[in-house]
Structure formats: structure tokens, C-alpha cells
């Protein structure tokens, strides 16, 4: 009976459990075949003994994850924590205001929307370059206060911490205010007029509503903008030259000039490692303290 | 019908002339009235007719317009202040509970913004969640979301109520839930207003409901008052076609007043025949002239047996409905719309009504049981 599409179909729908696997299937294969094999391969890699023209030689060794423990690359390491840390709280305090403002901005809600998405449609790469043209000693910004008298040297900005947390920010910006906005868009109104006739002025309606039901779009957000904070090298490779090496620049040099597969190998997975270890605490204290006590 | 209100008080809500418009739209237009303490008052109207604006201007999430007139409550002008400067409480149509709180944190959430000393609030929210008939010991814990329809309904009272507020808002808060349980809530809330001597404002579109439970109705239409009085006044003598038509059914005879004697008018239908109503000041010689009679008050009869000094009009029978509790009967009768006579059922299979359809019958009620309707 019907087509071969048609019976295909019936046959499917007879079986929840098949059907479950040609919806998951597709999926699943990408994953698998892209994500857990090479990781697979790196974990094997970062155990191996390097060998001399890069690549592997048979054996086993704990070497590469000794070495990391050098101060050099704990320096790293904890630069990284500290800016991805700092990059996530400025990307918070700054994005909030704006989904707020956004979630609430009526007619013009979708035109913002808009604007904030923009930025995507240019790569990030170029879009990082076009700050240099910024912040160089003869950028735009230097030169626009030289004119105005505000200044009578250029200021150094490229190449410093700054430029790299300025990168940052403004890399990471809408992945805080998306999800943000996602939960303060659906907010019931009508909670907060509960909240107001109950006696609550502006502030500590936002304290005792807003903020609690918006969390699950601050976590997403905190997630979203720290973790790729904590992997990135494009930005601190343009905007802080070699003297702001990040994490992600060290495993990036090994796998690519130094030729030191393993070694790379082995710092991906101590980053990987202390990711789930900070997400996890993290998750557990935002548990214990949802603003109040149910 | 009406509880007059304690003696010892002015009224706690005064409206005098408001007006609240949107855009072009004009949501409430030059309404006044008063309420007493104590009293259970109803907003009642079809959708959009003004009735929830008019809540949210005595709530505070709406101010009058620049020249719109003056809101009070407990005698102080409020047009200006923000909800939470306003000593009123609030029970909303989706109840608005907090879902990231506990019901012990909802009803605890507006004494805790009022500063009320930690020890009284536990005390407080025990004796507001009994009040409404909700267990402390089972519900206090207990998330919103854990809870039915009905619970959730009790639990915004309750938090309403803890703060013991002199002026209680209540906007359409019985909508959502069942027929059964909205009966019996509509008792309990009518005993708690009178047990607790909080005055009650309370907008439905449930006419039956406002009849219920209300000391006064308002009942408006576009954005004005139509009527204003107590259930029986409101019922019993609407003033205008649209009360008489939203607040139970009636049916209407256009005439003309023709002429005066012995203190009832006799007025000429316009299809032919003619009635005697009551005197009225909106009759006068001339005059067209809207009746309005509910459906309860007529009775069919053969048409050679209509009572003495009753008004009636003769028709065809188009249909004879079951309701149960009543039957309605139907006439289409000449040169105005069908008209509907309900009689009490006294069982159908023993004692059935000796009506079918096609027969030629007569429709009859007494003078006084006609309403004049001001405007036609």
C-alpha cells in the first residue's frame, strides 16, 4: 500500500524507538566521526612520547602533563583564568542593562534585537583586525584626541591587556545579552505589578523578581561567554602581540610552530579539565544561593 | 438588599469624573462614583468596556488623564502616587504568583516590603493561609507550580489579605477555574468581606457572579458607567437597553406613549395593540418608548384566555426548549423581535407544557412588570 516513502513513513511510526534513532542518528554520526575521535586521538597523543619531526613515537609517558606545571605556563594559565573571569563580568554588568532595556523596548524591540546580531554577519577575524585599526598609536582613537587637545602623545593601547580585555568584551558581548534577554522576554508582567502593589519600590522589585527569574539567562550567559573566553587566541594573539599569551595561544604554537602535538595535547586537556571543574562549582553555588530561600 | 455601611465612615474610594485615554481611545470617560467601607462593590461589562482600567487606576498602574479628574482613596488624592505608596491589595486574574518562591514566601513578600518584624510575619501568613481554607502545615512549602488551579487562586488571597489592607482589588480573580469551585468561592470571598469589613472591588464580566456576591454593581459600557445600584435595583429596573440585555435576558417592545390616566400610561406598539405601564419621568405624550420585560415574569396562555388588565401580545409558537431547572418558551410574534417566556419546569414527562410548535398563543404580564427603558 502507497509509496515506498509512504510505507517508510507508516513503518516509522509504528516504532517509537526507530524513530527516535533516525531523528538522533544524523546528529549523533557528525559527532561522533568530528568531535570524540580526534579528541579520542589527542587524549592518546598527549600520553605518547614526542617524536622528532613532530607527531608521535610508540610508548607511554606522563612528561607532557609534568611540563605544564612549569611557572612559566601556570603564568599563562592563570592570566587566562583571570582575564576569561574579568571578561565575563564586564560582558554581565554591561549586557544586562542592554537585554533589560531591549526585553522592554516595546516596538523597537526587534530592530535592537537586530543590531545586536549584526556583528555576526562579518567574520570575527576581520572584525578584530578593524580594532587594531582603533586602537594602534596612530588609530582613530589616538588621533581624535590628539586633535581635540586631549593629549599630546598617543596613548599605547594596542598590545596591552587592555586592548585584549577590550577585544574580549566586545567579542563576547551578545552571547551575554542573548540569553539574557531570552528569560527577561518572557518575564510575566503582571509579577511585577504583584510586586509592587505588595509594597516593593523599583529597586527591590528588581532584587526580589527580576533578577531571581532572570538567572537562568545570566548562567547561560556566564557559560557562554567564559568558556570560549577561556579557549580563544585569535584576540590575544591581533590586540596583545606575544607578551599577552593565553592558554589558547600556547596549545595553538604547539600544535602548529613548536610541532609539539603531545605537549599541545596535554595542556587542551588540563584546560578541559579545570572548564568542568569551575563549571561545576560554579553551577553548585548558583544552586545554594538562587537570591533567597524558596 | 443593600448592607448600608458602618455608620462611623466616609466613603473609601471616590472617583470623580475620570477619564483615561490611550492613543485615541478614550478606556474610561468621565466616571464618578463612591464606595463604602466595607461594601462589595462590582465592576461589571463586557471586554473592554473599561472596567479592568477603571481597577488599574485605583491600583495605580494607570494615572487619570493630565485634566482627567481625581481618584481617592481613604479621602487622600492618589492620581500621582505609585502602587506600592498606596494602601491597597490586589488579587489578579492570572494571580501573578511568584514561581520562584514558596507559598509561605508569597504571602510573607508584601509584609516583609512592609517592614513588619520578622516574629509577627510567621504568625500572620499561618492565619491568612487559614483564612482562605489552606493548610499551613500541608501548602507552606509548597511551590506554585506544585499547586491546582483553585490552590493557587487561595494562595493570592491569602497574600493579599495578610497585609490587611482597608481596599481590596480583585480583577476577574475567579475566571480560570471551574464552574463548582467558582460557586463555592464566590460564597467564601462574599463572607470574608463582610467578616473582615475590607472593602471589596471587584470586576467581572460574569454577570451572575456580580449579582451574587455584590452590595452595588457598576455596570458599564463603553467606558462609562450605564448603571449604577444594587443587584435588584440593576435587575429589576435597568435604565437602558444594554443593562437590560447584558444582566440577564429580556425582551423589547417598541411604542409610543399615548396617553396618561390614572397614573399609568398607555402606550401604542408599534406592531399594533397596545399596553399599560407604569408611570415614568422619561414618558411623556408623544414620546417613542423602549419596554424591556424578563423573560420570568410572562406567561402563554390560548389566546382567548388571556387574564384581565395584562398586557399581551399574540404569536406563533416557534419552539419549546428544555432547560431543566426552567423551560423557555418561544413566540415570534408580528412586528418584533421573538420574544422568550420562561415557565417552571413541573416535569415534563408527568405535567408537560401543552405548547408545540405552530400553535397560536398569547404572551401576557402585568403593567408594573414592564421596565421603561430611558434610552431606546
Redesign the interface.
Known sequence: MGSPRERALAWLYSRPQARAWALLGPGTFWLLVFFLVPILIMFVYSLMPRGIYGGVEPGFTLEHYRRFFDPLYLDILQRTFVWSVACTVICLLLGYPVAYTIARGGKWKNMLMFLVVLPFWTSFLVRTFAMIFLLRDTGLINNWLLKLGVIQEPITMLYTPFAVMAGLVYGFLPFMILPIYASLEKL?L??L?????????PA?RFR??TL??SMPGVVAGCLLVFIPALGSFLTSDLLGGAKQMMIGNLVQNQFSAARNWPFGSAASFIVMALVLVAVMAYLRVKDKT????? | MAVPPSPNSGPVVQLSSVSKTFGDTKAVNDVSFEIQRGEFFSMLGPSGCGKTTTLRLL???EQPDEDGGEVRLLGEVVNKK???E?K???V???Y???????VQ?NVA??LE??KTPKSEIGDRVRKAMEMVRLKPDTFARR?PAQLSGGQRQRVALA?ALV?EPDILLLDEPLGAIDLKLRKEMQLELKSLNKQLGTTFVYVTHDQEEALTMSDRIAVMDNARVAQLGTPAEIYENPRTGFVAKFIGESNFFDGTAARRQGGKWEVERNGGGRFVVPDHPALSDGKSVRIAVRPEWMDVWPPSDVPAGENAVGGTIRDVIYLGETMHVIVTVPGCEDVTVAVRNEGQLIKPLPWKRGDQAAVAWLPEDCQILEEV
Open positions: 510575566d503582571s509579577l505589578e504583584a510586586a509592587e502593589v505588595l509594597g516593593a519600590k527591590e526580589r523578581v531571581p527569574l538562587p537570591g533567597e530561600a524558596p | 491600583a495605580g498602574f505609585r502602587p506600592y498606596r491597597i491589595a490586589m489578579f486574574q492570572s501573578a504568583l511568584f514561581p520562584h518562591l514558596s514566601r513578600f508584601g516590603q512592609r511551590m497574600r497585609l
